[in-house]
């Protein structure tokens, strides 16, 4: 499968606008661990993710990380093009965090279609609202936070009480539990699940790192 | 002045799509004060600011805010019309903290005219990219916050070897003391003077809420 089944507007766009996109895009397997983007340093073009897994941080002067978002199968990275929009103003890190496939197709390239496909530049936008809603996410956890605390603490009090590390609960009789949305538990349960506090599988939820969920319990 | 003189990318509309936006827009004043826009409990259309100014924050369970940032003349409000962008998974409220003249543009009418321009989608990405960028600024300040601190410190401390509340100096030579750039001063000092720490004037920082400042540097 090429470039064209993992842009879904694909079809929207016009035989010149695909055709440009393709002769702009190169494929490229990247190992685990590599810096793919850096800041404002580089604008290596708009990250197309075949599979694997990337993640994107921010990085304070003193060298401290805090996660932003995971790219996985079928996601866009366009920070990795930030200097197409001029009102992007600051910088994120990326890195492979596991062997990835990816398309990469050249800045300027992108930025030309997008200025003359509507197609392709409200894709663009909900891409970069995605992006928008999973950090502020995190900003309200940051700011806020305690439904995490109240859901650790949910876990680990479950795990005691079935003597078990195991718990055999779906998402939804935890919703119930704490009198929130179904929804609101899948995502949290998720981002345990890759600081790497739980492990999920279907009907269940693991708990991994102990320590870690108790610390996230306060 | 209408409609056409606040949105930048007017003369690059159809006269079809100009005439969709003018008959979807109608013009308000909002007294001082007012929500504009609470969470997804309404989806009233995009404003376009004329005058006056509107702060956009988020609040917790609790009822604790925290301001995202401000819009001023000639900005552009996508939040109020967050319905027409799936991806935007984030609640915001709007007040206006000034009397406002805006424009409301009705949703509908936005979103049809941007799934078919190329010109108003790409601007509505560069609208959405800006108030990602200050969310983002605000976000490296809650996280790594040492700049804000910093510089609260100097203006204290030059306060005391002034011995005055009003310092003249240039943001340029803040900068030059603090090892940073002018525009990093500019920022922070337009961000303390909307918290009402302190006031800007041509060529001077005045100190208008010490215990404010005071706790700002720790």
């Not at 002769?23 to 810096?35: D, H, L, M, N, Q």
């Not at 930025?111 to 663009?124: D, G, I, K, Q, W």
Request: contains cysteine; charged residues 25%.
């Amino acid at each position: 499968m090429g470039l064209d089944a993992y842009l879904p507007i694909w079809k929207q766009l016009t035989k010149e606008d695909q055709q440009a996109l393709e002769e702009a895009a190169v494929f490229r397997s990247v190992p685990k661990g590599t810096i793919i983007h850096n800041g404002s340093a580089d604008c290596i073009g708009v990250l197309v993710i075949k599979s694997g897994q990337l993640r994107s941080y921010i990085v304070s002067d003193e060298g401290k990380e805090v996660t932003l978002y995971r790219l996985l199968e079928r996601d866009i990275c366009l920070f990795s093009a930030a200097c197409m929009m001029s009102s992007i103003r600051f910088e994120v890190t990326i890195e492979t965090e596991k062997d990835s496939d990816v398309w990469l197709i050249q800045t300027e390239a992108y930025h030309a279609v997008m200025e003359r496909s509507a197609p392709l530049a409200n894709y663009t936008c909900q891409v970069l609202a995605s992006r928008f809603s999973e950090v502020m996410w995190l900003m309200d956890q940051l700011l806020f936070k305690r439904f995490d605390a109240r859901l650790a603490t949910f876990l680990l009090e479950e795990s005691t009480i079935e003597d078990c590390d195991t718990l055999e609960i779906t998402h939804e009789k935890i919703a119930n539990h704490m009198g929130t949305a179904r929804e609101v538990v899948t995502r949290m349960l998720k981002y345990f699940q890759e600081e790497g506090m739980v492990s999920l599988t279907r009907g269940g939820v693991t708990i991994v790192n102990r320590a870690k969920l108790d610390a996230k319990a306060g």
